[in-house]
């Protein structure tokens, strides 16, 4: 009872000195949940301890449900953060007196997320009807950028991913070419607005997925993992994955020239180093990039599919297996919808094993695309996959870490190609001593 006086006199006191012009405050809350038979704490000051402390207790003594109601000061104690909350949501090195981040490597390639912003405020200037849509995630995203460059193109619709889709879709009604950045993974939260807001009404909305693929530091929430899986159903649509910064910049401006929905995923983290052009280029829908054609040197062919960029992993399983073992081709898919079954046919007639390498999960990633296509056109060359297993990637601090653990590496590419190979010899050797009989 003690307690529950002095928590009681501290809610009303809180709620005296913040009654509004029309005498609302903290009572017209309490009101909506006493209404249902909730008891309503608050509101009370998140940064005195022992005032959270003692009210803690009271809701537990207490034998019916609670809202307790706490505000709190993003940033409080540290005036950088106070100053700029959304930049410290999440940071990297800074200097503790100052708060400005740590500068980078010298030749350290831009991030993805940069290289977006910069190629939204360069396709904006150039074309009123493109505008940028954020969902309280200017800096993370990188339309920070447009934001100072070019505001009146620019809306945050604050943390609510569901109205930025539905917001995306009453602009592309209307004659815009809305891009939507939000996250792979938030962007499950508007699934049902993606279905059936944008793709049954064929709106032309751009869908940028940062963080697309996996997002070491920030763990298994904020993983990308699973994007191409739920949209590969959805009918209409174009989905793309950049090999480089470059090519991203490139699938945005083919993306604002497309009459339907278009999604592009990238990952967190710095480009691949390629100098990013003037002037993006078109590139033809559903058409995939061959980087590395077969040698024809008499070796086991192997065609690697390294979806977005994860060339490296095909480079290092060729250098495991080495050169002289095989002969490799590498293709640059570019869509996972509609993929480029004219080159993923002719590849897998050609080669002896098909190889799929994705920043996804193996389940209906992918490698399941291919794979399904291929045996729908009866097409029997062996495909091996890399990519996510079917579990929650925990968090690390290494992107590298995890891979190597998870056998996203060319090692773990090499071993499971070498056992493809084997089986093609061993079933090859069968047929040949069948027909001898």
């Known amino acids: ?252 401006f083919t993306a604002t020239h497309q009459n339907q929905p278009a999604f592009i995923r990238y990952p967190r983290g710095n480009g691949e180093g390629v100098p990013v052009k003037d002037q993006p280029a078109l590139i033809e829908v559903g058409k995939a990039d061959v980087l590395q054609n077969f040698a024809n040197n008499g070796k086991p062919k192997v065609a690697f599919f390294a979806l977005g960029p994860m060339r490296s992993i095909a480079d290092n399983a060729i250098e495991e297996l080495g050169t002289e073992n095989i002969d490799a081709a590498i293709i640059n898919p570019r869509f996972t919808k509609p993929i480029d079954a004219g080159t993923t046919e002719f590849f897998a007639r050609a080669a002896d094993v098909i190889v799929t390498i994705e920043d996804h999960v193996l389940k209906g990633g992918y490698g399941s695309i291919v794979r399904d296509h291929l045996a729908d056109q009866q097409i029997q060359t062996p495909v091996v996959r890399i990519g996510w297993p079917d579990e929650f990637i925990e968090h690390a601090s290494s992107v590298g870490y995890l891979r190597e653990k998870h056998g996203l590496s060319g090692g773990a590419a090499a071993e499971k190609i070498n056992q493809a190979l084997g089986q093609v010899a061993d079933e090859s050797s069968a047929l040949g001593q069948a027909a001898g009989k």
């Not at 953060?81 to 490597?105: D, M, R, V």
């Open 1 to 252: 009872e003690a307690i529950k006086g002095t928590v009681t006199q501290v809610a009303l006191k809180h709620n005296e000195d913040t009654l509004d012009a029309d005498g609302r405050g903290g009572f017209g809350s309490s009101l909506i949940f006493e209404e249902f038979g909730i008891r309503y704490l608050g509101p009370i000051d998140g940064h005195d301890l022992p005032l959270l402390i003692e009210t803690l207790e009271f809701a537990k003594s207490c034998e019916q449900p609670i809202v307790l109601h706490v505000i709190t000061k993003k940033g409080k104690g540290f005036n950088a953060a106070l100053k700029h909350p959304e930049k410290f949501h999440g940071t990297g090195p800074y200097n503790p007196k100052s708060g400005e981040s740590a500068p980078g490597k010298p030749g350290t390639p831009p991030k993805y997320q940069d290289v977006f912003g910069d190629t939204m405020v360069k396709l904006c200037r150039k074309d009123k009807s493109v505008v940028g849509i954020t969902a309280a995630m200017p800096s993370g995203t990188g339309l920070k950028a447009l934001e100072e460059a070019v505001p009146k193109q620019y809306y945050d619709v604050g943390i609510a991913e569901e109205h930025a889709v539905l917001f995306a879709a009453g602009m592309a009604a209307t004659g815009f070419r809305p891009v939507c950045a939000i996250y792979s993974t938030f962007l499950q939260r508007s699934y049902d607005m993606i279905v059936h807001d944008v793709a049954l009404q064929n709106l032309p909305v751009i869908f940028c997925m940062d963080r697309a693929g996996l997002s070491a530091n920030d763990g298994p929430t904020h993983h990308g993992l699973f994007d191409i899986a739920y949209l590969n159903c959805v009918p209409g649509i174009i989905a793309m994955a950049p090999k480089d910064e470059d090519e991203l910049a490139d699938m945005m």
